[in-house]
């Protein structure tokens, strides 16, 4: 076994002992049986040790990941053990060129690559494809704790070899190898997290914690090793929220509203509230690594994640349109502002809107993990690898919404923005306890509604592979040939309860489970009553399960078995002064897929439909990387590319009929499509890049995917043998139409992505300790998601033209600060929407700032291994901003959503030994 270094373990055993008396405890038993010889020897050893950590020893070491792979590749490296350069490991990925995050519940959750949500990228963990906790394939970033991922590396090209990739991109993080890390480290560290929006709402919490700590060692002559790594988070998430609901002439429709000016558009309803969150995540990794000879490797690794998410909301929403309570709402002193040369009510007075105050309150339990067994056994000529794992998440959610209100029509004056930001309502006051009642205002036929739902998705996979080293050739230096086998399953049932008063007749709540009112005065709504809404469930509501045909259609099961087989061939050969390398490679892919669900027919009954498809697919793909020297590379991938459907699009539910025309009867329905094929595509790269120096390029790529096939909502034809109906027209033919999610055409995506990283070293020695980041991509799509016919104004998810980031750093001397900002351009996101469905919102362009200071205290101080931290994320408190239509197809933008989530700022320290 290689020496430890005893001496600065002693010089740092008091500071451990403070910071974490359980870690440093088995270290001061060490250190007593210690003799002063070998402690002198340790020291000269120690002396002569130089240890490159830091912003710089990251960029480096993810510049030559690039460098060295023949697939065009990104990558993140951590600065050290259990140290990503940001605080979440979705805002580190999203600083990559052509990538972008995209903010739910104000943090980054979800990856879009190359103009394409997330439901078109693969994620791997070591190098397997992984479940999510969504409803779909597209994996939620916030799940995996940053101090648990030593790297990331993010392939836009395909290769052969790599089994569950994505259309747009294969995200693949990684954790530590214990015996490549070479050595003993133990770290362990914590910080304070405060949101500058303070608490809003009685219940909230404004200041949570980061904790964590991980252990690397090796034993037995360096021949096994250990890694183990523990996180927590309590996170506080703040948030206020205005929106406008939706703008319409309603004069077209032939329904005026009192004094509004002829021909105006006018705001239809809006809503104004705060939430709070205590988000709380504990995760776990270990990895067990064994090496005894040149012939065997054996890693077993292994993750584990529990997410909990409190989330209260309270806050108010009315609808004014013209159709609501026989025309009750009605304008006074209407003034407009011109839109585009289009009249807009602007200000003035609505009379007779029933603001609802709502008390609701979200829980959710996320459990994800992964484990896997890797074998190589080597001899001669062949490696064969031998890999089993298994992955599972799980969802527990559960949604309550409560409803209250004053019982006569209110007149309030306001004025609303046609920009974004919040309009202003000068609302009653609404915590008045002796004159808002627990009733249903807007008169949606309930006075509360509970959603209930589970979720299991599961992924079996075992995967052997051969590889042989190619010796006598001057071209083919290895050849690779593997079979992967994975079957998944995810099961999704929900359950939806209605909340009644006794009589539905309104109530006074008891002072007892009053709390202190919610202030809304950034919209100018002033306070709301406020209580908890699950304290009073049971005592003032009588609940009962009521389910719509919507509701049973959410319950479904999915299964997939995927085969694939793969060949690729490893080239290397020089040309004369050129050397080119890279891999040759197909995969042979059969998928069999099925599902079952709930189908609602016309005539009452309730059926369970299981139905299913196979299919084959054979993708070649080619990575090419010429070497001119002196640092100049060209980088060329040509593949064939395919993409699983949607799972939640997969689902058997549906919703059957029988139309009658002309006297004969047609089998009609709508649902999900369990035949669905992949999205699938052509692509080719090009990269040209430029290295320079341990840490600095220039890369300029293009790529260009042909979507041969893409999935929208048709309506197409549909054999429905097996359904029943005893109506009096029965159909003549089992075939009719059903409106399902269908392969249609598809179109382009193309683009540009420029990349540089400098060290200011390579300028002048002045500036050593300087350097930058910086990035922009622009793409483009002629694919209407909606299918031909589509809106103009539809965009595919996730494609914003013109992403960037850019990054300026300074590190010398211990102190390390660095600035980060983020940008990308208006898109179409895909978002969660009211019970459970998926909604498309044009969200406007986001630009966020993040800081980081650290200062590590140099080897020659008492305090040496100790790092203190502040950051602060969102600096600019940039809002999320979205706008709609208007609803008169006039192609005019009116504000929708503002919302403001504040900044986090975050102290801490970290501590390595």
């Known amino acids: 076994m290689k020496p430890r270094n005893r001496t600065r373990k002693y010089q740092r055993q008091h500071l451990a002992l403070a910071c974490c008396l359980a870690l440093a405890s088995p270290l001061a038993s060490a250190q007593d049986t210690a003799t002063a010889s070998a402690t002198d020897q340790d020291q000269v050893k120690t002396l002569d040790e130089v240890r490159v950590t830091g912003i710089r020893a990251a960029i480096a070491t993810s510049v030559e990941t690039k460098s060295e792979s023949t697939s065009i590749v990104e990558a993140i490296s951590a600065e050290d053990l259990g140290k990503l350069p940001d605080i979440s490991i979705a805002d580190s990925i999203s600083r990559l060129p052509g990538l972008a995050t995209q903010r739910v519940d104000g943090r980054a959750q979800v990856i879009n690559i190359r103009g394409m949500s997330e439901q078109f990228a693969g994620t791997l963990l070591n190098g397997r494809e992984q479940v999510s906790t969504g409803d779909s394939r597209g994996v939620e970033f916030d799940q995996y704790p940053a101090e648990l991922i030593s790297e990331v590396v993010v392939y836009k090209t395909a290769n052969a070899a790599l089994v569950g990739q994505g259309l747009s991109g294969t995200v693949d993080m990684r954790t530590v190898r214990p015996l490549a890390l070479g050595e003993r480290r133990i770290v362990f560290g914590g910080s304070a997290e405060k949101n500058s929006l303070g608490d809003l709402t009685s219940g909230g919490d404004d200041q949570g914690y980061r904790l964590s700590a991980s252990y690397v060692d090796q034993f037995a002559d360096d021949t096994f090793g250990v890694a183990v790594g523990v996180a927590r988070l309590d996170s506080p998430f703040q948030e206020r929220h205005y929106k406008s609901w939706w703008w319409a002439n309603t004069d077209l429709w032939g329904a005026p509203q009192g004094a509004k000016p002829a021909d105006a558009i006018a705001l239809q309803g809006a809503e104004g509230w705060v939430k709070t969150r205590d988000m709380t995540r504990d995760g776990v990794m270990a990895v067990l690594e064994y090496k005894p000879n040149d012939t065997w490797h054996s890693v077993l690794d292994m993750y584990y994640s529990k997410f909990e998410q409190d989330e209260t909301m309270r806050g108010t929403m009315w609808t004014n349109d013209p159709w609501w309570n026989n025309g009750a709402v009605t304008y006074t002193d209407a003034q407009t502002t011109l839109h585009h040369g289009v009249p807009v009510v602007t200000s003035g007075t609505l009379s007779g809107i029933q603001p609802v105050v709502r008390n609701d309150n979200n829980l959710r339990e996320d459990k994800l993990s992964a484990i896997g067994w890797n074998n190589e056994f080597a001899w001669g000529l062949y490696t064969l690898g031998v890999d089993a794992s298994y992955s599972k998440a799980e969802r527990e959610q559960s949604t309550l919404e409560t409803y209250a209100g004053r019982l006569g029509g209110l007149d309030v004056d306001f004025r609303v923005p046609l920009s974004s930001g919040n309009g202003h309502y000068a609302l009653p006051d609404l915590s008045d306890p002796s004159a808002v009642y627990l009733w249903d205002p807007q008169g949606w036929g309930h006075d509360g509604r509970m959603e209930d739902s589970w979720?299991?998705?599961?992924?079996?996979?075992?995967?052997?592979?051969?590889?042989?080293?190619?010796?006598?050739?001057?071209?083919?230096?290895?050849?690779?040939?593997?079979?992967?086998?994975?079957?998944?399953?995810?099961?999704?049932?929900?359950?939806?309860?209605?909340?009644?008063?006794?009589?539905?007749?309104?109530?006074?709540?008891?002072?007892?489970?009053?709390?202190?009112?919610?202030?809304?005065?950034?919209?100018?709504?002033?306070?709301?009553?406020?209580?908890?809404?699950?304290?009073?469930?049971?005592?003032?509501?009588?609940?009962?399960?009521?389910?719509?045909?919507?509701?049973?259609?959410?319950?479904?099961?999915?299964?997939?078995?995927?085969?694939?087989?793969?060949?690729?061939?490893?080239?290397?050969?020089?040309?004369?002064?050129?050397?080119?390398?890279?891999?040759?490679?197909?995969?042979?892919?059969?998928?069999?897929?099925?599902?079952?669900?709930?189908?609602?027919?016309?005539?009452?009954?309730?059926?369970?439909?299981?139905?299913?498809?196979?299919?084959?697919?054979?993708?070649?793909?080619?990575?090419?990387?010429?070497?001119?020297?002196?640092?100049?590379?060209?980088?060329?991938?040509?593949?064939?590319?395919?993409?699983?459907?949607?799972?939640?699009?997969?689902?058997?539910?549906?919703?059957v009929g029988v139309a009658v025309t002309g006297g004969v009867g047609e089998w009609t329905g709508s649902g999900g499509n369990p035949e669905l094929e992949p999205y699938r595509a052509n692509a080719a790269d090009l990269s040209l890049e430029k290295y320079f120096g341990e840490a600095s390029y220039v890369a300029l790529a293009l790529f260009y995917k042909d979507l041969e096939s893409y999935i929208y909502t048709q309506t197409v034809p549909w054999n429905f043998a097996g359904y029943d109906y005893d109506g009096p027209t029965p159909p003549a033919s089992d075939w009719g139409t059903f409106s399902t999610p269908s392969n249609g055409s598809g179109g382009y995506m193309r683009g540009a992505e420029f990349s540089t990283v400098l060290g200011g070293e390579e300028f002048h020695e002045a500036l050593t300790g300087f350097g930058m980041l910086l990035n922009a991509s622009y793409t483009e799509s002629s694919i209407d998601p909606d299918g031909p016919?589509?809106?103009?104004?539809?965009?595919?998810?996730?494609?914003?033209?013109?992403?960037?980031?850019?990054?300026?750093?300074?590190?010398?001397?211990?102190?390390?600060?660095?600035?980060?900002?983020?940008?990308?351009?208006?898109?179409?996101?895909?978002?969660?929407?009211?019970?459970?469905?998926?909604?498309?919102?044009?969200?406007?362009?986001?630009?966020?700032?993040?800081?980081?200071?650290?200062?590590?205290?140099?080897?020659?101080?008492?305090?040496?291994?100790?790092?203190?931290?502040?950051?602060?994320?969102?600096?600019?408190?940039?809002?999320?901003?979205?706008?709609?239509?208007?609803?008169?197809?006039?192609?005019?933008?009116?504000?929708?959503?503002?919302?403001?989530?504040?900044r986090q700022f975050l102290v801490g320290f970290r501590y390595a030994l």
């Open 455 to 655: 979720q299991d998705d599961e992924l079996q996979s075992f995967r052997v592979d051969l590889n042989r080293v190619v010796e006598s050739s001057d071209f083919l230096r290895s050849y690779d040939v593997g079979y992967n086998h994975s079957k998944r399953t995810k099961d999704k049932l929900a359950q939806v309860y209605f909340a009644d008063l006794p009589g539905r007749t309104p109530t006074l709540l008891d002072p007892s489970f009053l709390l202190s009112p919610t202030g809304l005065g950034f919209a100018g709504m002033g306070n709301v009553l406020s209580y908890d809404p699950r304290a009073i469930l049971y005592q003032v509501y009588d609940v009962h399960l009521s389910e719509s045909n919507d509701d049973l259609q959410k319950d479904y099961g999915i299964e997939e078995k995927i085969d694939t087989f793969y060949f690729k061939a490893n080239l290397d050969m020089d040309i004369g002064q050129v050397r080119l390398r890279g891999d040759a490679g197909v995969q042979y892919v059969r998928t069999d897929q099925s599902s079952s669900g709930v189908n609602i027919q016309s005539d009452g009954p309730v059926a369970v439909k299981s139905m299913g498809a196979t299919y084959g697919d054979i993708l070649p793909s080619l990575n090419l990387v010429a070497e001119f020297g002196q640092g100049w590379n060209l980088r060329f991938g040509a593949a064939r590319q395919m993409m699983r459907p949607r799972i939640n699009d997969m689902g058997a539910y549906g919703s």
């Open 789 to 902: 016919g589509g809106s103009d104004s539809d965009t595919i998810p996730g494609l914003s033209k013109v992403v960037a980031n850019a990054t300026l750093y300074y590190e010398n001397h211990g102190f390390a600060a660095r600035v980060s900002q983020r940008f990308r351009d208006p898109y179409r996101g895909e978002y969660s929407y009211i019970f459970g469905q998926r909604s498309y919102r044009y969200t406007l362009n986001e630009r966020q700032v993040d800081l980081q200071l650290s200062y590590d205290f140099q080897e020659t101080s008492a305090l040496a291994g100790l790092t203190l931290m502040f950051q602060v994320n969102n600096l600019n408190n940039e809002p999320f901003r979205t706008e709609v239509s208007d609803s008169n197809g006039m192609g005019l933008f009116f504000p929708e959503e503002f919302t403001e989530y504040g």
